[in-house]
């Protein structure tokens, strides 16, 4: 199994930028795909993004398109969510996830894999 955990979050202003990571450890071998979904109180976990590890193959929410970029760093297991332009609305905890297969997917049953998730406040 992978182990999921993402240092980072945090609270930040209306407009500015902020850098998630998930580090990967344990048996990362067959966890091509990996994403972040979001969950704000009172909402269900929703999708933000998601990238196929081995050929780059990414998937935006509507939401996010433009104004975050999904990355990995495959020499150190990790993965990292650039978001720009941040919003009220952009308020949640952040989980990263693994899923074994191939294509991205935005459907969250399909992976298997979770972070324990992290804060991002986003005050006006």
């Known amino acids: 199994q992978v182990r999921l955990v993402e240092p980072g979050g945090g609270l930040v202003q209306t407009g500015d930028s902020l850098r998630l990571s998930c580090l990967a450890s344990?048996?990362?071998?067959?966890?091509?795909?990996m994403g972040w979904f979001r969950q704000a109180p009172g909402k269900e976990r929703e999708f933000v993004a998601c990238?196929?590890?081995?050929?780059?193959?990414?998937l935006y929410a509507d939401s996010v398109k433009g104004r975050c970029t999904i990355s990995t760093d495959n020499a150190k297991n990790t993965m990292y969510l650039q978001m720009n332009s941040l919003k009220v609305e952009d308020t949640a905890v952040y989980y990263c996830?693994?899923?074994?297969?191939?294509?991205?997917?935005?459907?969250?049953?399909?992976?298997?894999?979770w972070g324990q998730g992290t804060q991002v406040t986003v005050s006006s």
């Open positions: 996830a693994a899923a074994k297969r191939f294509s991205p997917t935005a459907v969250v049953d399909l992976y298997d894999s």
């Open positions: 990238i196929n590890t081995s050929g780059g193959t990414t």
């Open positions: 344990g048996r990362t071998f067959g966890w091509n795909v």
